[in-house]
């Protein structure tokens, strides 16, 4: 059984940072592409960045490029997303999600990653 476990979420000043981790079990990362979704209140979930099975190819939404970074450890079998400059706006639930493609895209149609996680909090608050 595939399972995702995302953690590392909080409660941050504006301009903080957080790592955020999504450990896998029950299969190897290897052979999935992972990206990482966010859901604020009141808003339909989104996707933030994905990366590809190897790690060579990550892609990201317009309002985190530059302050998030994607990355992966697969003898870990763990994909991290590092926040940094954090924004009141970023405030969300962020979830990952596996995808048996080699590549992914965070405006990727949510319906073809089969695999997610329940979800971490993260707040940007003074």
């Known amino acids: 059984q595939l399972q995702l476990v995302e953690s590392g979420g909080g409660l941050v000043q504006p301009g903080g940072s957080l790592r955020l981790s999504c450990a896998a079990s029950g299969f190897t990362l290897d052979y999935y592409a992972i990206g990482w979704f966010r859901q604020a209140p009141g808003k339909e979930r989104e996707g933030v960045s994905c990366i590809s099975r190897s790690g060579g190819s990550t892609n990201y939404v317009d309002s985190v490029k530059g302050r998030f970074t994607i990355s992966r450890d697969n003898a870990k079998n763990t994909v991290y997303l590092q926040m940094n400059s954090l924004k009141p706006e970023d405030t969300a639930g962020y979830y990952c999600?596996?995808?048996?493609?080699?590549?992914?895209?965070?405006?990727?149609?949510?319906?073809?990653?089969?695999?997610w996680g329940q979800g971490t909090q993260v707040t940007v608050s003074s």
């Open positions: 999600a596996a995808t048996g493609r080699h590549y992914c895209s965070p405006y990727d149609a949510q319906r073809d990653f089969e695999s």
